[in-house]
């Protein structure tokens, strides 16, 4: 429950930049976030309600276990490509309203850090995805920026 409403009070709060910024990159950026969203979405429904139910289901059949273990690898890939690619989307979305920031001139320093770091998460990403300090390190640099896009909010734009 709180998870959603995390994530709502993000989309909305994106929304809102997006609107204020009036710029056809920061309306991609706005595209990016809600396909990233969408993946990552994908990939934690996998994993906290997919694979448990699979377990649960297949705990009280010994003789099924093959059967469980196909489909508790189908669901790890599955989970091994949704989660880069929905953080790669959001890193993308980070780099299109940095761009967009930057040209906007409301905050130039913010929109540079904002498309070095989204173009690095791109690449980190892009190069090492199966690392699993990948995507911890990209949830932080994204968590970072969406602090510094919220403080430009309330005291440049607000």
Partial sequence: MAASSHCRAEIVCYLVLTLRLRRLTALAGMAFFAV???LLSGSLVTDGLVIPAIAAKYVALPAKLETARSLFLLCSSFIRVLMPMGLAFQAAA???WSWALLRSGVARALG??????GGALLAAIGAQAQNPLVPMAAIGVLALWAL???VVMMWKMG
């Fill in 36 to 38: 990233g969203v969408a």
């Fill in 94 to 96: 980070m780099a299109a």
């Fill in 112 to 117: 540079v850090c904002g498309l070095a770091a």
């Fill in 148 to 150: 510094g896009v919220g």
